[in-house]
């Protein structure tokens, strides 16, 4: 992971945001609205939730239909959590997957890169757009 990553990933356009939260407190559903206001299309990813920002939530990353074009998945999941999504997005043939501040999974960030996908890892990309800009 390096700035390189981070730019190449903000260039992408359309995000599943895996763990989006209904909840408007909540830092998923914040940085969603955020990337929203910022001209992406967010696709939240959350079994427990039908809708969020107004957008359909999907249970999982295998059930967005392929013509919706991942190319970016971002992680609001625990550390634990983050191999198995990783896993999903390499299946999904996402183009990178950013794991959000705090979620660090090293074999699955390594795994990622061996399958060609870019990888950010433990940043936030509401704090890194705006530096950037």
């Given at each position: ?13 359309v ?29 939240p990813?959350?079994p ?12 999982n ?25 990783v896993?999903?997005?390499i ?6 997957v950013?794991?959000?501040?705090g ?9 990622a ?21």
């Amino acid at each position: 992971m390096n700035e390189g990553s981070i730019k190449s990933l903000l260039d992408k356009k359309v995000w599943a945001v895996v763990g989006c939260s209904p909840d408007p407190s909540r830092a998923s559903h914040r940085v969603a609205n955020f990337l929203i206001h910022h001209g992406y299309k967010v696709i939240p990813v959350n079994p427990s939730a039908h809708e969020v920002l107004g957008q359909r939530c999907y249970p999982n990353l295998a059930s967005i239909p392929e013509d919706r074009g991942v190319e970016v998945v971002d992680i609001f999941r625990r550390a634990e959590d983050a191999g198995g999504i990783v896993d999903e997005a390499i299946e999904l043939g996402a183009d990178g997957v950013w794991m959000q501040l705090g979620v660090i999974d090293r074999d699955a960030a390594r795994r990622a890169e061996e399958a060609g996908l870019e990888v950010v890892m433990d940043h936030c990309p509401a704090i890194e757009l705006p530096r950037l800009l």
